[in-house]
């Protein structure tokens, strides 16, 4: 059996996310995806069965970079703002840097193509915000509603954001991210 070559996973990779941006997920074949990466079709199937089990594992590799992206610098320990300021932060970086693969990841997580188990991973990876979330509500500093409200909150605004970065060319200086993050702040503090 012959060893797998990372970097040629990683060449499928960004060939399947160039065109994902271009023609979306439905649009994607594993031989479209064989040309854009410059390598025969018989050699993407030696990596993945087909369409299906490549974007699965393609969301679960940019999920794990992503959440330790995310949370880098975090210690839940520390005081609820300053960590929510850490989550924010990060988290609007990882989507000014990566903002391709943010876009594949929300339309992967809904699409009929995600796995049940790709679903659980990425629930499961959200857990410290939500528990993060849940001290705020008991320590009576963040709003008492759902952590579904809070935290579409935060994503759609980061995501806002770094559209408005990436698109149109809005520079998030260190003032704009600071203030930004006071505005999410002020929407979910009690």
């Keep these: 059996m012959r060893v797998k070559d990372e970097r040629k996973i990683e060449v499928i990779y960004e060939a399947t996310l160039h065109l994902i ?15 854009e990466a410059k390598l025969a079709t018989g050699t993407v199937y030696i990596y993945f069965k087909n369409k299906e089990e490549l974007i699965n594992q393609l969301y679960l590799h940019l999920k794990k970079q992503t959440t330790e ?12 703002k300053v960590c929510m300021k850490k989550l924010f932060v990060n988290a609007l970086k990882n989507k000014m840097a990566s903002f391709k693969e943010g876009v594949f990841m929300e339309q992967y997580y ?5 796995s049940q188990e790709a679903k659980q991973i990425g629930q499961t990876k959200m857990l410290p915000i939500i528990e993060l ?20 909150l935060m994503a759609g605004f980061v995501r806002q954001l770094a559209q408005a970065h990436i ?19 002020d929407a979910m503090k009690a």
């Design 21 to 35: 941006q271009e023609v979306g997920i439905a649009g994607i074949t594993v031989a479209k995806i064989a040309k």
């Design 69 to 80: 992206n995310l949370f880098v610098g975090f210690d839940p320990a520390e005081p609820i």
């Design 110 to 114: 809904h699409s009929p193509y995600i």
């Design 133 to 152: 979330m849940e001290r705020g509500k008991q320590e009576l500093l963040i709003k008492p509603i759902e952590n579904e409200v809070l935290l579409g």
């Design 167 to 185: 698109v149109q060319k809005f520079e998030m200086t260190s003032e704009r991210i600071e203030h930004s993050f006071q505005v999410i702040w």
